[in-house]
């Protein structure tokens, strides 16, 4: 019988919540082969931090859990063109960057949809919407609806740094720009913010 | 012109270093850290999510390629491949300081399905001594496939890609 060992180093485990059994390269590889438990495990680690990086850059909960699960599915269908299972995280982060760029865009192009911070505000339960009257407007309103006016590149770009913690260089590689784009795009979002937030800090 | 506003105009700051957004992230510490708590999901919120995902993964698990064996007595049948390799994974999981990665196994034999070839991917936990182990994964996969499907193990080929610690 055939034996072969290639490589014997250590790597770092990344233990899950729920199933600390796997590492992330076998439950890569093991998903990719048809095993619904390691991609359960897979969905259990990164679905929350999804569903949170959608909702602060989407502004919608329904949108952003609609992200999440296109997202995820495709994933499951698509594991065969990750050739490096370890970057998983990487690349399943770029599939959802790459489906809120989307969503910004079609919101963008629907004039209807292009909200003016002026008529925005948020409802009790964290959902934005528009509304005609700006009586009992409030900084955190106000800095919705300047972040929907952002373009969806800054927007996205924006979130993963400023809200997610991820370092340029992350950002570059998650979006698969350079990192110069990345602090092009976090520069001027940030001077459309502070313009959009005058007077309300 | 003085010299000291000659030189300051000449070491002007970059707008989009890290202190010049600190300044500005500082401004807006209370309103981004407010927005933050409120666009974070509930564990209720991912619950519903997660149901439809592997729900779709399910459906989509059901579509997927077959593979065909025969039975001792010469007789064909077809299981889904997901199922063949689960059943070599658990096999070889059960072994000590052995996880599965890669499962792949083959129709083998005359007539061909009569046997398998089977060939697998592992990482082990460091310590293991591989050669003696080797042994037991073979002889825990050999008796699975033969207990589930009916049929021997014709060989099993065994490449221990990565060693992990506990």
Known sequence: ?201 | MDMNEHVSSGTEPDPTSSESHQETDDQLRGVIDEYMSTFQPEPEDTAGVRERILQLVRDDLYRGPSTHLQTEHGHPFAISTASVRSIVRNAVDSVDGIRARSVDVEPAGVPEGSAATVSLTVAMRAGISFASTADVIRRSVSAAILAELGIPAARIDINAEDVYVD
């Open chain 1, 1 to 201: 019988m055939f034996v072969l060992i290639t490589v014997a180093v250590a790597y770092d485990v990344d233990m899950t919540r729920h199933d600390d059994r796997f590492d992330i390269v076998t439950l890569v590889v093991r998903a990719r082969e048809g095993d619904i438990d390691a991609f359960e495990a897979l969905v259990d680690r990164y679905e929350t931090k999804l569903l949170r990086f959608c909702l602060r850059t989407l502004g919608d909960r329904h949108d952003a859990e609609d992200v999440v699960q296109d997202t995820l599915v495709q994933a499951w269908k698509s594991l065969n063109a990750l050739s490096e299972p370890a970057a998983f995280g990487t690349w399943i982060y770029r599939l959802a960057s790459n489906k809120c760029t989307d969503l910004l865009r079609r919101r963008m192009a629907r004039p209807s949809d292009v909200q003016d911070p002026d008529d925005m505000s948020i409802h009790a339960d964290g959902r934005v919407s528009v509304e005609k009257s700006v009586e009992a407007r409030t900084a955190l309103q106000h800095f919705s609806a300047v972040l929907q006016t952002l373009s969806s590149e800054q927007r996205v770009t924006w979130v993963l740094h400023q809200m997610e913690g991820l370092s340029y260089a992350e950002v570059a590689k998650t979006l698969g720009i350079s990192e110069g784009s990345v602090r092009g795009r976090i520069h001027r979002a940030r001077t459309a913010i502070m313009e959009g937030m005058e007077g309300w800090t």
